[in-house]
Nanobody, 115 residues
Framework: QVQLVESGGGLVQAGGSLRLSCATS????????MGWYRQAPGKQRELVAT???????NYADSVRGRFTISRDNAKNTVDLQMNSLKPEDTAVYYC?????????WGQGTQVTVSS
């Protein structure tokens, strides 16, 4: 049963922008801190950004100032706007929900940044 559905990945040149979106159910979205993580080939999965139901945001140092995470309470989605992309941002990006202390994960979406 897929509870988090990501969209918006793709191929972009360095300096470009992409917007990722993650949709889930109202019951999960309304009480969960949501976030985006990424995993590059041969590396561990790492936190990119998180946002709480109260709109408190946290970013990895590597993306702060370039990426923006946001919640749409009407659509039950969490978006990640990625600007000034770099080749080192290339990874599979995963949506995460901290649901009743149980982590839920999406299937992942590939982001590739060419130099």
């Amino acid at each position: 049963q897929v509870q988090l559905v990501e969209s918006g990945g793709g191929l972009v040149q360095a300096g470009g922008s992409l917007r990722l979106s993650c949709a889930t159910s109202r019951s999960i979205f309304s009480i969960s801190a949501m976030g985006w993580y990424r995993q590059a080939p041969g590396k561990q999965r790492e936190l990119v950004a998180t946002i709480t139901p109260g709109d408190s945001r946290n970013y990895a140092d590597s993306v702060r100032g370039r990426f923006t995470i946001s919640r749409d309470n009407a659509k039950n989605t969490v978006d990640l706007q990625m600007n000034s992309l770099k080749p080192e941002d290339t990874a599979v990006y995963y949506c995460n929900a901290d649901y009743r202390r149980l982590p839920l994960w999406g299937q992942g979406t590939q982001v590739t940044v060419s130099s």
